[in-house]
């Protein structure tokens, strides 16, 4: 049996930089790992963080930090997956938050439980998943979930929220909006069908799999991480954090007026009328394929995704981030949502 844990360690001055996926140079004032439930628990009673403000990180994927962190950065390591159970018509697998997202979707997959193939290659961690509902050619992480496990900081309580509770929208939950901030999640469950149903509707996906006379989940998977490698950048290689911007939703009126100014424009019926539109197609026609300020700037292949060419900073990303949306107001009257979480 393992000794009731240690108190993990408080580490000063740590540096961001290899837990946000723009790369930029921030440090927290402290920093911990955090790498089980019970962990996560205690929290609220360590007396080393009192008064402190915390941030909960996973991968930083989906994050800008615009400047060095004057709290407690909680860096998220609790691992593990598993298959918890089935019935006739699923499969339920769990995985630790801190586990590699693509890495838990291919585990899945050599399981010989698909469903989360649309989703490969998606950087970050799968407890972030939930908290912008992560989302990639017609699917949506919400459809697959189960429910979650989380800590609530303040109090140290361990706390379940099934669907309903994460009120998953577009890149949007519960823990964007009133719990922001408050929890820790922990764990996540999915839950895949055993009949499993191919989406392979979305143009890029289609034409990925042209000429197949049919496919399984791995050739979806396969073509996904193709696309998404053609398309997006390696993080890596070259600092992002994603889509910059939500795609916008209009009403039908205001669709109707833009599509007789834009007869090219993309656009997406939604079940309720309104119409999405195709951020990246309204950035790429202002010209901003590639420009930049400093050394942020739009990908020169997907112009929804906002990119550090080496030494920027949140800061000039946002700038440059206000430019677009600014040109985007003028020429088509649409407002632009930042995505990622601001910091
Ligand atoms: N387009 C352009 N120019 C560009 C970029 C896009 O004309 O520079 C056009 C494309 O030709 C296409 C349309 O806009 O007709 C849509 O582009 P794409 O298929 O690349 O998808 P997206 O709408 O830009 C969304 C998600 C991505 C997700 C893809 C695939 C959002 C905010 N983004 O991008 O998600 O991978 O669809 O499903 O919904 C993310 O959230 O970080 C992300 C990468």
Same mark, same amino acid.
């Given at each position: 049996m393992p000794h009731a844990s240690h108190a993990p360690e408080l580490l000063d001055a740590h540096s961001l930089r290899p837990h946000n996926t723009f790369g930029f140079d921030v440090r927290a004032r402290h920093a911990m790992k955090i790498d089980s439930v019970e962990a996560a628990s205690l929290l609220c009673r360590d007396g080393r963080l009192a008064g402190m403000t915390q941030l909960v990180l996973g991968g930083g994927s989906n994050l800008v930090l615009t400047r060095d962190f004057d709290g407690v950065a909680l860096i998220v390591n609790i691992e593990g997956k598993r298959v918890i159970a089935e019935d006739a018509g699923s499969w339920l697998v769990e995985a630790g938050a801190g586990e590699n997202w693509h890495g838990f979707v291919a585990w899945t997959l050599a399981q010989g439980m698909p469903g989360l193939e649309n989703l490969a290659l998606i950087p970050g961690t799968v407890g972030a998943a939930p908290i912008q509902n992560i989302g990639a050619y017609g699917l949506e992480m919400g459809e697959r979930f189960e429910r979650l496990s989380a800590v609530e900081l303040a109090t140290g309580a361990r706390i379940e929220f099934d669907r309903a509770q994460c009120a998953f929208g577009y890149r949007d939950s519960f823990f964007k909006r009133a719990g922001r901030g408050r929890f820790m999640i922990t764990s996540v469950v999915f839950r895949l /069908?055993?009949?499993?149903? *191919?989406?392979?509707?979305?143009?890029? !996906?289609?034409?990925?799999?042209?000429?197949?006379?049919?496919?399984?989940?791995?050739? !979806? =998977?396969?073509?996904? &991480?193709? &696309?998404?490698?053609?398309?997006?950048?390696?993080?890596? &290689?070259?600092?992002?954090?994603?889509? =910059? =911007?939500?795609? *916008?939703? &209009?009403?039908?009126?205001? =669709?109707?007026?833009?599509?007789?100014?834009? /007869?090219? !424009?993309?656009?997406?019926?939604?079940?309720?009328?309104?119409?999405?539109?195709?951020?990246?197609?309204?950035?790429?026609?202002?010209?901003?394929?590639?420009?930049?300020?400093g050394g942020a700037a739009v990908h020169d292949r997907q112009a929804l995704v906002l990119v550090n060419r080496g030494g920027a900073t949140g800061a000039q990303v946002l700038e440059l981030a206000g430019a677009i949306q600014r040109d985007v107001r003028a020429r088509f009257d649409v407002e632009l949502e930042i995505e990622p979480v601001t910091l």
């Open positions: /069908p055993k009949r499993w149903q *191919p989406r392979a509707d979305y143009a890029d !996906i289609a034409r990925a799999l042209e000429g197949a006379s049919s496919y399984d989940a791995q050739a !979806i =998977f396969d073509a996904v &991480v193709a &696309v998404r490698r053609a398309k997006l950048p390696d993080w890596t &290689v070259l600092g992002n954090a994603g889509s =910059f =911007f939500k795609n *916008p939703v &209009v009403s039908a009126q205001a =669709f109707d007026t833009l599509r007789q100014r834009e /007869p090219g !424009i993309v656009s997406y019926p939604q079940v309720d009328g309104s119409v999405k539109l195709a951020a990246g197609w309204l950035i790429d026609q202002c010209g901003w394929k590639g420009r930049g300020v």
